[in-house]
């Protein structure tokens, strides 16, 4: 049997370095809510693992020169919702963040651990996706950019190389008119996971929208970006008729499994609903009505 | 398995342990440190049993490796109290018999000492929710949520 190692570098560098090194048998360790409960439980024996958290861009909140965000992959839910202006600029990146367990499991987990687990029911995700966020990589060739959607590959799977390391999230500066929001379907008011997940950003001007993004969460393999759904509100005042094609839209991008917690008609049909009511929110701030 | 010495501060006192690399925070307060005070319900994450503070901030001791504690401040349940004097917050848990088994107490009161730190006078809902992630079987949370409405009206008059 193979003895577990803990590191903590302080630098990137190291990090890469010893994930790298250690190949298979790495895990990087951020929050920790999801990777003890699967070293707990038995699902996982890492060799090595590797805590991320005293590299300091990896817990550091920054307002870009432009107007953007840069967000440390391992930044807790706790430490998001206590930034001054972040929830101001991303309320719905924010709510989302936010839904992920209880005030115990925010304190440490982070959107970032959250995007790396794979869950295609991972709350931060969708609204990561509809905000247009891109995700900065260093793995042993150096650093590397990709958009948030293009990161998960499967339940539990990401499109990282081996020994790449997830170090921050992008976000980028929002014109007047904007705001997002995310919703989600659960049976309960508090700590499940999503039945479906839908996060809608959205710029209007005098009443039109003039750009959106949706993602949809727990209604597919992956997390989903519908381009179909952000075309049909795009140059719409939100009117019911581009609602319904919108919500058309996110119902046919679904290919969900049945099991307990939704059924694949119910999916289908909530992925639609909850675009109508996410959009709303989303349309009442961007305007501020 | 290679014993890791970690040196941490633990209600306010420089403390120093040995423990193995994947043991949890929990496994370390109640083996090497032996504050029994934080409980293990479920070692998920799920029922706050094993609250604790890290840095001011309310963690699940089971969802946290010992050694991450290294240069850290940790307050427990064991904290709570100044010498013979109950904290508020267990004072009136007493009077108002807000535990039944005692089990998920001392988790429910470290959580309910980290709201009120955070927000001195909140709603009903603000501590339904609050206390959402520490789970009783016994009291059906209603005396739990009084007193620590009780707690916070009586602590602000002070």
Known sequence: ?289 | MAKVHVTTTINGEPMEFLCEPDDTMLDALRGPLSLTGSKEGCASGDCGACSITLDDRLVCSCLMLAVESEGHEIRTIEGLAQGDRLHPLQQKFLEMAALQCGICTSGMLVASDALLKKNPDPTEEEVRFWLAGNLCRCTGYDKIVRAVMETAAEMRAQ
């Not at chain 1, 107007?67 to 930034?83: D, K, Q, Y």
């Not at chain 1, 793995?139 to 020994?163: I, L």
């Not at chain 1, 969460?217 to 179909?228: F, I, M, N």
């Not at chain 1, 289908?268 to 009511?277: D, F, I, S, W, Y």
């Open chain 1, 1 to 289: 049997m193979t003895e577990l190692r803990y590191l903590a570098p302080g630098t990137l560098d190291e990090a890469v370095g010893a994930f790298a090194a250690a190949g298979s048998a790495a895990r990087i360790l951020a929050g920790g809510t999801d990777l003890l409960v699967q070293m707990r439980s038995g699902i996982l024996k890492p060799g090595v693992i590797v805590d991320i958290k005293k590299i300091p861009e990896m817990t550091a909140i920054e307002e870009t020169a432009d107007g953007g965000f840069r967000i440390g992959a391992a930044v807790s839910g706790m430490a998001l919702a206590e930034h001054k202006n972040f929830g101001k600029v991303w309320p719905g990146v924010l709510e989302a963040v936010n839904l992920i367990g209880s005030k115990q499991v925010q304190g440490r987990a982070s959107a970032g651990g959250n995007l790396c687990n794979g869950s295609p029911a991972g709350d931060s995700v969708p609204a990561m996706v509809a905000a247009g966020a891109i995700v900065t990589v260093q793995g042993p060739d150096g650093r590397r950019e990709m958009k948030v959607e293009d990161v998960p590959a499967g339940p539990g799977r990401t499109n990282f190389k081996p020994g790449e390391i997830l170090v921050s999230f992008t976000l980028p500066p929002r014109p007047p008119g904007s705001s997002d929001a995310y919703l989600r379907m659960i049976p309960r008011t508090e700590m499940d996971i999503a039945v479906v997940g839908c996060g809608v950003s959205l710029t209007m001007k005098d009443g039109t929208v003039t750009s959106a993004r949706v993602g949809l969460g727990a209604v597919a393999p992956t997390v989903l970006l519908v381009e179909d759904a952000a075309k049909a509100l795009i140059g719409s005042r939100l009117d019911d008729a581009a609602l319904a094609k919108a919500a058309s839209a996110c119902s046919a991008a679904c290919r969900p499994i049945d099991d307990k917690r939704g059924t694949i008609a119910y999916r289908t049909k909530v992925a639609g609903v909850l675009l109508k009511r996410t959009a709303a929110i989303a349309a009442k701030r961007a305007t501020g009505k």
